[in-house]
Each structure stands twice: as structure tokens, then as C-alpha cells.
């Protein structure tokens, strides 16, 4: 955190990510701090170790910040412990890049988990699902079991009817 603050020569911008909030922070050289556009007065002043005393519009907190990786930190504020990520703009851009190119080109064929007859088709090809969503209804065993979908993204292509009869295995529908 010292090296974040540190830095504050002019506005530097961050995202901080805290219980999977994100807030832009935003620090300037004459220690003023911009948490979503509110500004604070702010100042971080090393004690020993892993100690800080923090300054926000002259309130008092003692600090204790570790680093777990490059933007990834745990801090313990008034007994608190909080595990928190600080990314500049840049990084958070990139992580969220690379988290939508990697589900987006994704293709998962969904198979019978054992045999049995499909029921019922709740979804059709071109719709687009959320993780979780029942796509059919498979009876086995004059059970109904949910057959859901693994991850989010398009119906690609279904492939069964109601009344099929399928065997464990069989490929039932694709999600890309």
C-alpha cells in the first residue's frame, strides 16, 4: 500500500475490488483520495513491519496491510480483516478482457449423465443461458432430474427431441 501511495506524485487511478464491490480510487499528489468521485483527505504514514497509521479527514485508524501477489492484499483495520485487489485501470481492463474472451470462445457439450428418456426441452437454440438454468428435464429411473446448464453463454445447438430415448454419454445440447 506504501508503494501505492507512494506513487501519488499526480492522479493515479485504481479499482479496488472489496466482498466483490468495485470502486475507482483515485489518488492525487497532494494527498487527497477520490473514492467513486467522493473525495477524502488522506494520508498513510509506515510504522513498524506491516503497521500504518492511516489519516482520513483527520480520523485515526491503525492499519495492517500484507501483500498475497501482485494486486492482491489482506488488511486488517480495527480487529476487521478484509482480502482486497487493487489493479490499475490498465489491469482491470485486461483481467476483464481476458475473462470475457475466455467464456465467450468456450464451447462445452453437455452429455446424459445416465440413461434415461428426455422429458422436456425448456430451452431453444439461440437463446442465450445462465449457469445454472435448466435446459431439459431427463426422466431415469421414473425420476425427473434438472439438467443444467455449466456455464453461461448461446445455446448453440440441441441436439435430442422430447420423447428421445438416450443412452449415458449421448451429447445432449453445446453452450458456447
Known amino acids: 500500500m506504501t508503494t501505492i501511495i507512494g506513487q501519488a506524485c499526480s492522479m493515479i487511478e485504481y479499482v479496488v475490488t472489496l466482498n466483490d464491490k468495485k470502486k475507482k480510487v483515485a489518488l492525487s499528489g497532494n494527498s487527497k483520495i477520490f473514492v467513486d468521485k467522493k473525495e ?11 503497521n ?6 483527520n480520523i485515526f485508524f491503525e492499519v495492517t496491510a500484507r501483500k498475497f501477489d501482485n494486486y492482491k492484499f489482506s488488511v486488517s483495520i ?7 485487489a487493487v ?3 490498465l489491469q ?3 483481467s476483464e478482457l481476458l475473462e470475457i474472451k475466455s ?23 439461440g437463446e442465450i443461458i445462465s449457469q445454472g438454468e435448466t435446459i431439459m428435464i431427463l426422466e431415469a429411473m421414473k425420476m425427473e432430474n434438472d439438467l443444467r446448464a455449466p456455464n453461461s453463454g448461446l445455446i448453440k445447438n440441441i441436439l435430442v427431441k422430447e420423447g428421445t430415448a438416450v443412452e449415458k454419454g449421448a451429447a445432449l445440447f453445446t453452450i458456447e
Open 92 to 94: 482491470e481492463k485486461a
Open 87 to 89: 489493479r490499475s485501470l
Open 52 to 57: 500504518y497509521l492511516l489519516k482520513v479527514n
Open 40 to 50: 477524502y483527505e488522506c494520508d498513510l504514514i509506515p510504522l513498524k513491519g506491516l
Open 78 to 84: 480495527k480487529g476487521n480483516n478484509f482480502e482486497t
Open 103 to 125: 467464456s465467450v470462445h468456450h464451447k462445452t457439450e453437455v452429455k446424459a449423465p445416465m440413461p434415461g428418456m428426455i422429458l422436456k426441452i425448456k430451452k431453444n437454440a
